[in-house]
Nanobody
Framework: QVQLVESGGGLVQPGGSLRLSCAAS????????IGWFRQAPGKEREGVSC????????YYADSVKGRFIISTNNAQNTVYLQMNGLKPEDTADYYC?????????????????????WGIGTLVTVSS
């Protein structure tokens, strides 16, 4: 059974850091793409970052570029999203999703394209 489980969300002050985890089971992350998405109250879901473990390519939305880092630990079958310099506008439910096609273009998360499996999300709140 394919499953994605996010963890690591919580309350953090502006300027702080959090590391989100996306643990995969039922399949291996090799040659797959994992995307991170977020949805704030009253707003549409947006693609934040993506890593394609087939070729190592990554993508970051302009709003998080330079602050967030995505990485994969193949031994733990887990993808991480290190979030630094957090801002109140980063407050949202964060979801990870997997696309099983090795040729997935990570920039397609801008259009919310693809992604075969989704986690249930973890809440990140940035507030003083």
């Amino acid at each position: 059974q394919v499953q994605l489980v996010e963890s690591g969300g919580g309350l953090v002050q502006p300027g702080g850091s959090l590391r989100l985890s996306c643990a995969a089971s039922g399949f291996t992350l090799d040659y797959k793409a994992i995307g991170w998405f977020r949805q704030a109250p009253g707003k549409e879901r947006e693609g934040v970052s993506c890593i394609n473990n087939n070729d190592g390519s990554t993508y970051y939305a302009d709003s998080v570029k330079g602050r967030f880092i995505i990485s994969t630990n193949n031994a733990q079958n887990t993808v991480y999203l290190q979030m630094n310099g957090l801002k109140p506008e980063d407050t949202a439910d964060y979801y990870c999703a997997a696309d099983l096609h090795p040729n997935y273009d990570c920039s397609d998360i801008k259009r919310l394209y693809g992604m075969d499996y989704w986690g249930i999300g973890t809440l990140v709140t940035v507030s003083s």
